[in-house]
């Protein structure tokens, strides 16, 4: 058994559940194949700024990806977003690295858990 946290915060997820209840059904499905269109290019960008040690870019992206990753509920990824962005908004580049290895691998938990529920998802509305 792992000891890794959930992906998703269990409230969040009901919450978008109640939400696409009672406005959309496609709701959470939208908001998936979003975040699929962004987030990719996005995280991309985030390797290429850290490798050009190029700071307040670097602090501007992963803001983007913390808020993208917050409306999921997402929250070991906002974290390591935070602390990314906190060291690159005061300049420590150099610092960033173990922490980009730790972003890595939570995002590609991220995408895996939002892979799975997006399918879970199109074969309820199907």
Same mark, same amino acid.
């Given at each position: 058994?792992? !000891? ?9 997820? !009901? ?17 998936? $194949? ?36 917050? !409306? ?21 580049? !150099? ?15 991220? $995408? ?7 399918? $879970? $998802? ?5």
């Amino acid at each position: 058994m792992s !000891n890794e946290k959930a992906v998703l915060d269990p409230k969040t997820l !009901n919450e978008l559940y109640e939400l696409s209840a009672e406005t959309d059904p496609r709701l959470l499905i939208d908001m998936i $194949e979003l975040f699929f269109d962004t987030a990719p290019l996005l995280f991309l960008t985030i390797g290429e700024l850290h490798a050009k040690k190029a700071a307040a870019e670097l602090a501007e992206q992963v803001h983007a990806l913390k808020s993208l990753c917050g !409306n999921f509920g997402a929250l070991i990824v906002v974290e390591k977003c935070q602390i990314i962005e906190s060291m690159a908004k005061s300049g420590q580049t !150099n610092f960033v690295a173990g922490e980009m290895e730790n972003l890595k691998h939570e995002y590609a938990r991220l $995408e895996a858990e939002l892979k799975n529920l997006l399918n $879970e $998802e199109k074969k309820k509305a199907a």
